[in-house]
């Protein structure tokens, strides 16, 4: 391998061609996987359009259908109360009593599944903060509860930061608290508070969360119980590519392992860019690249964010490495609609949900919100036929016809609105009212006599 070089910032498409020390069609091919030390070549080294000609090509082998998918759902923050305090959190309330401190009960969160069902929504995400006053049978009875009214809707729920904590709080293992929930209705795991694995960073910006171990090992539990799960990463904090590849061998061998010996594994991986607004993180100093040196971890005094280059590269990176990982989503809800449609050419082959609500990245200030017409329209200009899956990644619809979402005429603007017109004898009234009175407000010095005037 080359030795590294101190990439400022990481190359865009500039200059001479770099080729890889190892033969890269081994690994788009399946051949060869992708080792840690060429992930930091080409990290180093490789343009970003390099990045992205490698990742389509691996990801044309392993999702050659002519569609990419996405799901509709709705995001559920069942409460904000937690005992945790990430730095890189604008959600949470650590005080119970806070004045927006808030817990949602069953019937709030039916509603809001009633709400999901109307549209055409197959499941739920919920998660929460980590609130140490909810018994066990809060969760048991929800879940019984949406299970029961809600027989049709996928249950995605609770993180495994989350199970760490139900299992302090209830004093119970982990497997057995996993065994109880899927009892009540619980279909899969998702992958919330995974961010970065590695102890020196998840210690600082994590504090009084569960380890990057012990959220592999409740997913693991997961999977022998044949719970689906999902892999995520945070980046653009205070990691370094170290810890960025550190965190992806630590996925992909577990995964290896689920594949092996588990009846259900990790069905997608998802990263996305930390978003500083209202965080306590976005109190550090930022790194910048006039610094004069490549970013390395400082101990977590500084915060290096992650631009749309950074964001694709480490797509692209990710779709190469974790060749285990049918499905890649694009982050669109961090990084906007045209970035996320790039992403498509980067290794993503899901556009992710069209969510009704989401409460956690917007707390951190970021907005955006994509329709399902908005999100078949980016897929279709891209070249595939948008379809809607369910959490399996099957497809429940195609989106051929002309009554797809992007498709659909669109109802009539509602007629322009025709202004009153002032008949004479309207506008005569009308000033001799004003002018009567202007006559009493003479007295301070303003006299009215013409209609505009008293608008
Ligand atoms: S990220 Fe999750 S676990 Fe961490 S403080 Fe926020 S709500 Fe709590």
Known sequence: MPAPDLNLISPLNVGEAYQPSFRMADVIDGKARLTEDQ?????????????????????DRLCPEDYRTYVIDRNINYTNICTARCTFCAFKRNDPDAIDAYTLDDEAIYEKIRELTAIGGTQILMQGGMNPALPITYYEQLLTGIRHRFPQIHIHAFSPPEFVEFSRFFNRPVRDILQRFQACGLNTVPGGGGEIFSDRVRSRIGPGKCTGDQWLDVMSEAHKLGMHTSGTMLIGHIEDITDRIDHLQRLRQRQDWALASAPAH?????????????????????????????????????VRLADANEYLRMLALSRLYLDNFRNLQSSWVTMGPKIGQLALFFGANDMGSVMMEENVVSSAGTTYCLSEEMICRIIRDSGWIPAQRNQYYEVLKRHEDPDAP????????????????????????????????????????RIVTKASDAT
């Open 406 to 445: 992007d498709r659909r005429q669109r109802p009539a603007p509602p007629p322009r609105r025709i202004q009153h017109r002032i008949t004479p004898d309207e506008a005569a009234a009308y000033k001799s009212a004003v002018l009567s009175i202007s006559a009493k407000t003479t007295a301070v010095g």
């Open 266 to 302: 990790y069905t997608a991986f998802i990263h996305w860019t930390y978003q500083p607004d209202n965080t306590p993180l976005d109190k550090k100093r930022k790194w910048s690249p006039d610094n004069g040196k490549a970013f390395e971890f400082d101990n977590g005094r500084t």
């Open 39 to 59: 992930f930091l070549e080409l990290y180093n080294h490789a343009s970003l359009t390099q990045l992205g000609q490698y990742a389509a090509a691996m990801t």
